[in-house]
């Protein structure tokens, strides 16, 4: 089992930045693809980024590209998502979710470990 914590959320105003991170215990990440989704008020969760375990290439949701950028420390057991120049439609509750998969997936269904949540909220 994979614990994960996420933390960082917070309120920014629009063209800010915040950083969250996510803390995982009862396994190693080191074997783990990481991602990070977000689901707004009244939407289905969405698919912000991934990296798979090895580190390397990246992957983001067409509406963070350039924007966003997630990172991992598997020393530390940490995921980050970096995140710039923030819009009020980032606005949502910010999921950290690691798999055991060979493919990094981009679909809520590929991962199967979560963390509770972190909101984020950015004001126009």
């Known amino acids: 089992q994979v614990q994960l914590v996420e933390s960082g959320g917070g309120l920014a105003q629009a063209g800010g930045s915040l950083r969250l991170s996510c803390a995982a215990s009862?396994?190693?990440?080191?074997?783990?693809?990481m991602g990070w989704f977000r689901q707004g008020p009244g939407k289905e969760r969405e698919f912000v980024a991934a990296?798979?375990?090895?580190?390397?290439?990246?992957y983001y949701g067409d509406a963070v590209k350039g924007r966003f950028t997630i990172s991992r420390d598997n020393a530390k057991n940490m995921a980050y998502l970096q995140m710039n120049n923030l819009k009020p439609e980032d606005t949502a509750v910010y999921y950290c979710?690691?798999?055991?998969?060979?493919?990094?997936?981009?679909?809520?269904?590929?991962?199967?470990?979560w963390g509770q949540g972190t909101q984020v909220t950015v004001s126009s």
């Open positions: 990296i798979p375990w090895l580190g390397g290439r990246t």
């Open positions: 009862g396994r190693t990440l080191s074997r783990l693809n």
């Open positions: 979710a690691a798999d055991s998969s060979a493919v990094t997936g981009r679909r809520p269904n590929d991962y199967d470990y």
